[in-house]
């Protein structure tokens, strides 16, 4: 018996060429101050020809005052240039907000931050959270905040901030844009 063989060669489909002038936005989760793994940051800046460690010197710089904080950055590459551009969550301003010394997060771990800031800081960081928020009017922001000081376990004009929600939502307490 007698076997014939039969191979199709078939194109290959290779993906778009990188266009170098278009802005690509990548989205990295980082600690700050200190400077990110290039194993990390490697899969996702090698593609644009961008070297991952000067990348991850270029996050630590731009993190220093959210120093043992994780943080959002931004890379926005145009050109074969990267800038970071730092957008801390909620939680990471709050908090910054609580202003507690640094920790080695090596060695301290499940930390409990039980500060206490004022309502009038809880606003600020509404303010300028608003552009991230899901929530249609600023007294949603606000109470979104509120929600989160209950999650990292901080006390807001020294009482627990679903007490205030509830003064929100009453009317008893005047939130002003």
């Known amino acids: 018996s007698f076997c014939t ?29 200190e ?10 800046v ?19 005052d959210w120093k043992g904080l994780k943080v959002t950055c931004q890379l926005r590459v145009k050109n074969r240039v990267a800038t970071v551009v730092v957008t801390p969550s909620v939680a990471s301003r709050l908090i910054r907000a609580l202003k507690e010394p640094p920790r080695d997060r090596k060695k301290v771990k499940n930390i409990k931050h039980d500060g206490n800031i004022t309502f009038s800081e809880v606003q600020k960081i509404a303010k300028e959270a608003q552009g991230n928020s899901s929530s249609g009017s ?7 905040v509120l929600g989160t000081a209950v999650s990292i376990g901080c006390t807001v004009d020294g009482e627990h901030p679903a007490t205030i929600q509830a003064q929100i939502k009453a009317g008893k307490l005047a939130i002003k844009a």
Do not use: C, H, W
């Open 35 to 44: 400077v990110a793994a290039t194993a990390s940051l490697a899969p996702k």
């Open 138 to 144: 600023f007294q949603g922001v606000v109470l979104e």
């Open 46 to 64: 090698g593609p644009m020809g961008l070297n991952a460690k000067k990348i991850g010197e270029d996050i630590a710089k731009n993190t220093k």
């Open 5 to 33: 063989l039969l191979i199709i060669a078939k194109p290959l489909n290779m993906p778009p060429k990188f266009d170098p002038n278009e802005e690509k936005i990548i989205i990295v989760r980082a600690v700050g101050g």
